[in-house]
Every structure is written in structure tokens, then in C-alpha cells.
């Protein structure tokens, strides 16, 4: 995995190579730049991922850099540092885009917390981004004909233009996150805010931070006030993917906030209203985490107050050769190469195979095999499924129950990998999280556990 770079502007030399040695000695790369001009012939030729700069600079402000560096890269956030602190800067500094306003001398650490942070934030946001993005129609999560897409797609018209809150349920790479962008740019508050935050795996303390932001000196690094989310998706449309990982200690603040539309930063003690709506989704059964003490019932009964169910793939195996062809299209756009068909073997395999992954494994498999093959259309050889055993061929597996087939399925992925379960996540199309939660489900053990 590479690094992540961090453009660092400063014109005194001294202070920018302790600061650039200092985030070097703690796994980032650093470019350097003394000026507005170099700073920006950097940027124009590199891929930064966070940009620290002081306020003033030789050839301008930081202030005048921004809007320029803004515009090259909207998502990349922006530090500003100054030995003359003001609070009329600052705010300035963070309504014109800027993430955070430090005032010199900047503590090496606190800096260092700040930037893991945005860069965490980023990396979630591009996750998200690129799930939606790379699934087939991005806003058209009912591509098929299918008697269950049809009516999947006929109840969520019915619920576009209410305001209750919708929990979508299903499978891993089924689609939740494009069925929730498609309600809200097809509802009634299409052209306000839609914010995303993927619950699973965050820490409590994260979680809390990116849903309800902080007051400055909240916590440690919390140098500056951050909005959270629910202040971001005001008037708009608030998505929590996998909510049934949330930590039981932030379920209550955000019932809170649902019920009473109101909510508290971190450290703050003011009520702060809002107004959303809420979809949510999950791949757990959320009545049994609820009978488990592991989710609040009344959560549970607000956020499922309209539910959705998006059918795996296995239910649905008439769409596959069209939602293959579709994601084909897409992948052959942006690898720039000729459009590419699927022989008829190929679409016999595919309608074989399983799919727990579902869609997003039927596209991690189409995105291998078009990087690996090498005539004018995919064979089924191309595909890598003919590798795993029972598919493709009848054998005693392929009459077993689906729960002991899925079982089967990802201990021999599990095998294949060595028990590498990150790699066995990827190439089941799963997040590691859900993987473990899976294999804890079907009593799944490795070597390595």
C-alpha cells in the first residue's frame, strides 16, 4: 500500500524540514514548497492527499492558494497554519473550505493526530464514492427484469417523497449504498446534501466525531470546531451503511436525533437542530441483534419505520447477463478499450455460480478477467471461476442446502488464500468486517485465528 503524501507550504526552511522529517518518521511522503507558485506546480503534477500550508507565504496568502488547489481537487482537505491566530481568520479560513486553522507553534503531534484523522475521513468518502460509482447505473439500482427487481422498484417509488426513515436490507454487494443515492436524488429534497458514513469498523470515538463533528478541545487533536455529518446533510439525505455495526453507546444519540431533530457536539452543551432524512442500511438480521442486547429496540423500531429488502443475486439470475454486459460497458469506458462481449459459455458460468459476493463480486470478477484476457470476447475460462470447485460442474456439493454451499464456498477461498482473510474479503467482493461476521455466523475458523 503506498503512503500518503502530505504537500507541506512553508517558506522558512528550518521550520518546514522539522515539520517534513517529523511526518516522514511517521509513514507519510512529503513534498515540500516554500511559495504559492511551486505549492501549486506540485500539486498540478502530483497526487496529494492532505494540503498543510502556512498563512503567509512570499507570493500570497494561503487564504488565495486554496480556491486554486480547490479546484484541481474539491475533496483534498486543507490545513492552514499562522503565527498571527485570529478568530475572524479562522472563521474565515473554515467557511472558504479550509479543514482545520492551527495557530503557531504547532504541537508536532496534535498535527500528526489531525491529518491521520483527514486522512481516515478521505479513504472512507472515496470507498463510499467509488461503491456507488462502479456498481452498475449508478442511479438506476433496478437494472433487470425480474419479477423481484419489479417490486423492489415499485416500493421504493411508493416511499420517495415521504420523510420516515427507510432501512434497506440485504446482502454485501447488493447495492444498498446505490438504492439509498437513488431515493434521494429521486425525492423531494434531491437538491440538498447527501452524506454517506459506513458504521462498520470505526472505533466509538470516530463514529460519534463524523456523526455529531466537535467543539475545539473536545479531545486530544480536536484543535478546531468540525461539523459532523448530520449538520453537513441538514435539509438533506443521511445514509448510515451497515448501522447494525454502530456502537451501543452512540445508538441513543442518534435516536435522539431523529425523534427530537435536535443533537450535541462533542464537548459542546448547546442543542443544535436538524432536519434529514435518514436511510440506513444492513446485512444483519437486526431482530435477532436486537433480541441479543446487541442494537436498542428502539432504534431499531425508528430507523425500520419503511423497509426495503434488495434481493441477492442467486434470487435473481435472469438479470445477470444484462447487468453483466452493463458493468462490462463501464469497465471497458474507462480502460479505454473496445467494447468487449461475453461468449455464450461465459453467461452459462456466470448463471451458475452463486454469488454470495453479488454484484460487487460479479464486477471484481469482470474487472480480473477484461485486465487478464486476451481475445475479442470473454471465454469462461477467462473468468477464474473454474478454478473453484462445484461450480461449473455436478458434483455431491451442488445440492446442498445455500447456507452449507456459502459455508463450503468461502472455506475454499479461505484455502486458496492461506487463510489470508483480507484477500479472501477481496475476492469475495466482501468487506473484511462482514467476512468475519460471516464466518463467526457459520462457524468458520482459520490457521491463522
Known sequence: MSKPTILLIEDDSSVRHGMAAFLRANGMDVDEAEDCRQALAIFQSGNQDVVVADYSLPDGTSLDLMPQIKRLSEETPFIILTAHGSIDLAVRAIKEGAEQFLTKPVESKALLVLVRRLLQQRRLRNRQEVAIREQPGALNPFQGTSAVIRQLEEQAR???EWDSPILVL?????????????????????????????????TRELLESELFGFERGAFTGAVAAKQGLLEVGHRGVVFLDEIGDMDPAIQPKLLKALEEKTFRRLGDVRDRHVDIRLIASTNLNLEEAVKAKKFRDDLYYRVST????????????????????????????????????LRADAQALLLKYPWPGNIRELANVLERAMILQKGEQLEASDLGLLERPSFGTESSDSLLPLRDMERLHIERVLQR????????????????????DRMKTLGITTSKD
Request: charged content about 25%.
Open 306 to 341: 419503511l423497509t426495503l429488502r434488495i434481493p441477492p443475486l442467486r434470487e435473481r439470475s435472469e438479470d445477470i447477463p444484462l447487468l453483466a454486459q452493463l458493468i462490462l460497458r463501464g469497465i471497458c469506458n474507462r480502460m479505454g478499450k473496445d467494447q468487449v462481449k
Open 158 to 160: 411508493r416511499m420517495l
Open 170 to 202: 440485504g446482502e454485501t454487494g447488493a447495492g444498498k449504498g446505490v438504492l439509498a443515492h437513488w431515493i434521494h436524488v429521486n425525492g423531494p429534497r434531491r437538491e440538498e446534501a447527501f452524506v454517506n458514513l459506513n458504521c462498520a469498523g470505526l
Open 417 to 436: 488464500t492461506r487463510g489470508n482473510v483480507t484477500e479472501a474479503a477481496q475476492i469475495l467482493g466482501m468487506v473484511r468486517r462482514t467476512l468475519y
